[in-house]
């Protein structure tokens, strides 16, 4: 893991607590709240119990969604894989989260398996500045792509610039997207008369 990529997966365990979104068996998302309970090297740990639909879809898909708030407002989002973990994980968990032992008493804790999330791409994005700020991280696989570029077949006309919310494009032929301030809106997109702008999202559909 980066440096990176370190400090944002350290920024979720400091939050600690966040939404985790799965898709169940008939292909619905659910969402609950949980806590980051160890950042490392390796990636996320979380625990869950054997008995939650939770637990069942993380072992069905290895497929996992974060968001966070930040203190200031900044927002954490993350994809990732995810595994079941050797049961050490468990009494780990416990030692750094010694909160866990009111919940689960003694032996009982051994109900919960822990999950590392071992690869993922997220982002970090802040918009109560202006211009807004984003940045993107990954672990154990590509960064994923997002937003839009303009192609070689601008014409530099200007539509885009004028149009940008955060005034994040800079004139030329072809004009160019400071990808950091972007709102990704696709307001380029759409004013473009010769249609000139990309989308840089692709879905895992498709991937």
């Given amino acids: 893991m ?3 990529a370190r400090k944002y997966v350290d920024m979720f ?8 979104a799965t ?12 806590n980051i309970m160890i950042a490392s090297d390796e990636g996320m ?3 869950t119990s054997k008995g939650k639909p939770f637990y069942s879809q993380l072992v069905k898909t290895g497929e996992i969604a974060l968001s966070a708030m930040c203190p200031d407002c900044q927002s954490l989002k993350f994809w990732g894989k995810v595994k079941m973990a050797e049961k ?3 009494d780990e968990v416990f030692e750094q989260n010694p909160g866990m032992n009111e919940v689960y008493p003694g032996d009982t804790r051994y109900i919960l398996d822990a999950f590392l999330i071992y690869q993922g791409s997220g982002e970090w994005f802040d918009l109560l500045h202006y211009p ?15 937003g839009y570029l303009i192609t070689d077949a601008c014409t530099g006309c200007g539509a885009c610039t004028a149009v940008c919310p955060q005034k994040c494009i800079t004139e030329g032929t072809p004009c160019i997207i400071n990808a950091s301030n972007c709102l990704q809106c696709g307001a380029c997109r ?5 249609d000139a702008v990309r989308s840089l999202y692709k879905s895992k559909a498709t991937q």
């Fill in 132 to 146: 807004i700020r984003r940045e993107s991280f990954s672990y154990g696989m590509e960064e994923e792509r997002a």
């Fill in 2 to 4: 980066d440096e990176k």
């Fill in 45 to 47: 740990y979380i625990v």
């Fill in 190 to 194: 759409e004013i473009c008369p010769v």
């Fill in 23 to 34: 898709v169940d068996e008939g292909g619905h998302p659910r969402s609950r709240i949980i």
């Fill in 88 to 90: 050490k994980w468990v």
């Fill in 13 to 20: 365990r400091q939050v600690k607590i966040a939404s985790a």
